[in-house]
Structures are given as C-alpha cells and as structure tokens.
C-alpha cells in the first residue's frame, strides 16, 4: 500500500554512523535529480576518510573533459584509471564520471552508512567540496526508493 | 430513488410555483438582466440591442468595445451565439476558431436572429451585445475552448442540487449538455464535484478532450454563488428554477440566465432524487437568503466526501507539452526538485516554436557565468532590458549552479503531467546543460507525490 510509505520533504535531518558506533544529525537536502548521494569534505573527515579525497585528487591525472569526449574518458576511467586507483588507494570504492550542471566531474565513492527516517542505508556517496552549499549532504533518488516525495513539504532553506 | 419526470416536474413543482409573469421574464434574457440589475446582482454588462431591421441599420458599430458576444434574446441551446475576440489590422472582427466576420456578415447574422431563426418556435426575436466572459484559472484543465457555467436548481429559495457544466469538443466548445457537454454533480455544502456524465459516453470520471479528473474539484467562491442563486430567484420572481452562473476571472460569479423549466438530467450526475429533495423543502418558510444557504447545506450536502487521492510520479515522466501554437508534443522529463522553476534546454525550446523569441533575445550580449556578488544587479539589470523585445519572453531569472550564476530567460509554458494541465514560465537554458531537454521544478510539482522507486 502506497500509504503506508512515509512521505519525505525536501530537507530531512539523518544519522550519520561514525566509525566508534556514535552518530552525528546533519541537515540532507532531498534531491530527485540527484542520482547517488553526496558528501561534504566534513562529513569525510568524521567518518575517517578524508585520505580518500586527498589521495584522489593528488593522484588522478589532468584530463580535460568536455561534453564531446566523454564517452571516451568514461571508458578510459573505468578501464584504467579506477582499477589503479582502486590498488592505490583503501577504501575507495568506486570512481565515477558524472554530467552534472557545473561541467562534467569525476568523484571518487566511498562505502557509506546513515539513517534516513526509519530506514538504515548502507549505501556509497561521493566526496565533494560542498562548503559553499547549504546542505554538507545531498541524499541522491538512489537512497530514496521506498519512500514517497512531497515538494511542498519542509522546502530547502534559501540563505 | 423517485427520478422526477418531466410530467411531474410540470404538473407538481412548475405549474403551482411560477407564476406565467415569471416565466415569460426568465425567457426575456433582457428584461432579466434589467431585473438583475435592478436588484444589484451581476451580470454581463450590456453594450446594445438591436429590435428592428431600421435599428440595425442606424447601428453603429464603432460603439462595441473589441470582445463581447452577440446574443438572440430568446435563443436556445447557444445557438446563434457569435463570440468576438478582437479586432484585426483589417478592421474585420475575429471569432473563436481564427474565423473572422467583416461587419456585413454580422449584420447579416443579426438580420437572421430578428428574422427568429434562432429563437424558440421561430417568432421574431431581438439582437444583443453583451460583455464577453473569461475563463477563470480553476477550470483551464477541464473546459474545451468555451466557458463552463454552474447550474443551481432553487426551490423556494433553498438550493437544492447543482450541476457543473462543462463544454467539449463534441459540444464544440458550449457548455451544453443535449450535444454532448459533460456534466458534473457538485456538494451543495463544499462546493466540490462529484459525478459525471456525459450524454453519449455515460458515467466517467476524466475529461473526454483532456483526460483530466473530473471529481474533488473545488468551485471558488461557491458560498456566494449560491448566495447570488438564490437572490436571482426572488428577484425574477420564480418558486422554481434553475439559474445559470458562469465564473468570470474578474467578475467572480455571474448570473447569465434564469430557466423556469429547468432540466432534468442533473440528476444523474448527482446521484440523486430531485422529487424526494423538492419535496423536503417544499412547505419549509424561508425569510431570508442566509437561512436558505444554511437548509440547503444542511439538508442536501454529502459531510463525508472521499478524499481525492494525491497523484504519484516516477522521477522520469512522459509529459506532453503544448508548442508556441497549442500542438501537443510528447517528452520524457525529469522531476528534479532542486530546480526552482521548470527549465528546457534551448534546442528543445527552438523545437516548440519559440525560436523568434530566441533571435530577439541574440541582441542582448548575456554572458555565460555570473560572480555571486554580481547575480542580483545583474538580474534586474536583464530584466528591464528585455521588456518588450518579445511577446514570449516574459521574464529573466538569475539561477545558481554552485557558487556561479547564470541567466536564464523566461517563456510561458503549457504541460500535462500526471492528468493535470500546468500552464507556467519556464526558463531555457541557453547552454543546453542539462540532463533531458526538459526538467521540471519543485514549483510546478505541488500537489504530487513523488515516488523515486517507481521506474514506469
């Protein structure tokens, strides 16, 4: 029954687990057209692994990527770069090039567990620098399946 | 349930309530309107009549604002109606459907509705011009190109059941029930819809042209329609009628006519005797218009109405979208809510139709990113630039991506998604960055829920 779904709103307060079995509450902006969930560089550096930006961004080779060779790069990251990085780097999880609105990006993953409502997500987030944004966590529609979405409710904070 | 007949009707509610006086002045549209006004009610203005062949001919028609509507006095079922939009660089008057009418050919018409061609048993008739009424926001997703009206049935001055009307394309845009108009039953006490039905298509529950639903509407300013309901009646002096009031988007309601015969068909669309309701009213002594209003919602209102289920979505939608001239195209969008206002690309907005608001904008320089500190000033600087360069460009919004901006510029916009008509400006997106050609914003998604799991 769809009632029986909760309905979230545009802002929701989660649990981060941290890795000594305590959790921090943040403020996540609920975003649908988000794929995976996003991480500030605080959230990282709480949950011990703010060496996995680091080392990214200081061993990820200078591409420049443009709308038009993407597909390209894409194939080029998942075939040698991320198997490299994956050796080189613990705990990294994945790395993935993303379309976003900003320009094309690539992001490293991370394994990470937090509690959304009712709902424990042992999921994965990429690292970003999101000190200039509102919100240090964008919960992705990834994270989002069996819960209903209501725009109108808790709206995003504007400043 | 006892339906009430039309013997019945005639013999047991007509005939001892209504007086010949009255019905013969609820079938002079004119002498109602006079009344109407007499007693302070509203109703579409009147700019003229025409009685006689020498009147018409002495008629000058530079006295007739640009949009009214020419009316016989005693027509039927809106035949004869000729609706005037406007005036064109030719001095030809346009009508609805692009038809134009040279003033000859409006003479003509007129020569016809004196000659009775439109009035009932044909007796010569008289010519109007009447205030055109516009379509009011609430009912744009369920009317087909006219106007709906709102029928109150009155009965010793207690409504007793109410109708919507809508107008279709089988009825060819008139709110008319007899040539295929649907109508919709409303709940005398909150004024929503019930109901349907339409008479070659049976019970439904969506529009036939739009697909849209049809119950759990809510009719805006209901109380005082059924406030001015019940004043016409006293005031044309009927025990028994039907009143028609059409909701005008400046005017609120208006009374358009008063039927002291009135049909019987809206029974069905409300599930509901009119014998067994009549008679529950009909020895009660009303004094008093609030009292009426207070009985009728009493007696005849439904307390427990099922709530009307909000619509669910997927985050990726197939929406269909009205180009610049109105055609329907499909696309697959999706629902982002960290988007304010809806946005297209602008490949997708040249392919609606919009590319001559695009050209006129090629004139302003706008740069491709914005500094923060600069977002606002910038803005309002674009703002009073583009006033009046474009009919469609109807505004400039400044968007952050990040800690940048950009500009986007504005376009009225027509959509259906999940059976609801959404007309709203949206924004293009001049870089072409985005992830489908069209994204829908967190503004234009109140009243859904959306469901991120569901892949459809």
């Known amino acids: 029954m769809s009632h029986q779904k909760i309905i979230l709103g545009l802002e929701e307060e989660i649990k981060i687990f941290l890795?000594?079995?305590?959790?921090?509450?943040?403020?996540?902006?609920?975003?649908?057209?988000?794929?995976?969930t996003a991480i500030d560089i605080s959230i990282a550096k709480k949950i011990g692994l703010y060496h996995v930006y680091e080392q990214f961004h200081a061993l990820l080779p200078k591409l420049t990527v443009t709308h038009n060779n993407f597909k390209k790069i894409r194939?080029?990251?998942n075939q040698e770069i991320k198997p490299q990085l994956k050796k080189q780097i613990p705990n990294l999880y994945d790395v993935q090039i993303t379309p976003a609105t900003n320009g094309v990006s690539i992001r490293p993953y991370v394994k990470f567990s937090y509690r959304l409502r009712n709902k424990r997500l042992n999921t994965i987030a990429s690292i970003v620098d999101r000190k200039i944004l509102l919100y240090p966590v964008l919960v992705g529609k990834r994270d989002m399946t069996g819960f209903l979405i209501d725009p109108t409710k808790n709206v995003y904070r504007t400043a | 349930m006892r339906i009430l007949g039309m013997n019945a009707r005639n013999?047991?509610?007509?005939?001892?309530?209504?007086?010949g006086r009255s019905v013969k002045l609820a079938r002079n549209k004119l002498a109602t309107k006079r009344r109407l006004l007499k007693f302070n009610l509203p109703t579409a203005k009147l700019y003229g009549s025409i009685s006689s062949r020498r009147e018409l001919f002495s008629f000058d028609w530079s006295t007739l604002p640009n949009g009214f509507a020419l009316k016989p006095n005693s027509g039927l079922g809106g035949n004869g109606i000729v609706i005037i939009y406007g005036k064109n660089k030719q001095g030809d008057w346009i009508g609805s459907g692009e038809k134009t009418y040279t003033t000859k050919q409006l003479i003509t018409h007129v020569s016809n509705i004196l000659d009775g061609n439109f009035s009932i048993s044909n007796v010569p008739d008289t010519a109007y011009f009447e205030e055109r009424l516009t379509l009011c926001e609430e009912f744009k997703a369920i009317s087909y190109k006219g106007i709906p009206d709102i029928r109150v049935i009155i009965f010793n001055s207690v409504p007793v059941m109410a109708e919507l009307r809508l107008p279709t394309k089988q009825s060819e845009g008139k709110a008319n029930l007899a040539i295929g108009g649907v109508g919709v039953g409303v709940d005398l006490t909150t004024g929503t819809t019930t109901f349907a039905h339409a008479k070659h298509l049976g019970e439904i529950t969506l529009h036939p042209d739009y697909q849209t639903a049809l119950s759990g509407i809510k009719i805006p300013h209901w109380n005082e329609v059924l406030r001015i309901a019940i004043e016409a009646q006293r005031a044309v002096g009927l025990g028994f009628g039907g009143i028609d009031i059409v909701l005008d988007k400046k005017l609120g309601p208006v009374v358009l006519e008063v039927n002291g015969h009135p049909g019987l068909e809206i029974q069905n669309v409300n599930h509901a005797s009119l014998r067994d309701r009549l008679e529950r009213v009909k020895d009660l002594s009303i004094t008093s218009t609030a009292k009426g209003l207070a009985i009728s919602k009493e007696l005849f209102g439904t307390h427990d109405l099922p709530e009307r289920a909000t619509p669910i979505l997927g985050v990726f939608e197939t929406v269909q979208v009205f180009t610049a001239a109105n055609e329907p195209q499909i696309v697959r969008a999706i629902l982002d809510t960290s988007l304010a206002s809806t946005t297209l690309t602008k490949d997708f907005a040249i392919k609606l139709g919009f590319q001559s608001a695009l050209t006129a904008l090629a004139t302003v320089a706008i740069p491709s990113t914005i500094q923060a500190a600069d977002a606002q000033q910038a803005e309002a600087g674009f703002r009073e630039i583009i006033k009046g360069l474009h009919k469609d460009l109807v505004d400039i919004v400044a968007v952050r991506i990040d800690n940048r901006y950009v500009i986007r510029p504005k376009i009225p916009l027509t959509f259906k998604l999940g059976q609801q008509?959404?007309?709203?400006?949206?924004a293009i997106a001049l870089d072409n960055k985005l992830s489908h050609p069209l994204v829908?914003?967190?503004?234009?998604?109140t009243g859904f829920l959306i469901n991120p799991g569901k892949t459809k």
């Open chain 1, 19 to 36: 890795p000594n079995k305590k959790f921090i509450r943040r403020k996540a902006k609920i975003d649908t057209g988000a794929r995976t």
């Open chain 1, 75 to 77: 194939k080029l990251i």
């Open chain 2, 440 to 445: 829908i914003g967190r503004k234009n998604l």
């Open chain 2, 421 to 426: 008509l959404i007309t709203t400006e949206a």
């Open chain 2, 11 to 19: 013999l047991l509610f007509v005939r001892p309530y209504n007086t």
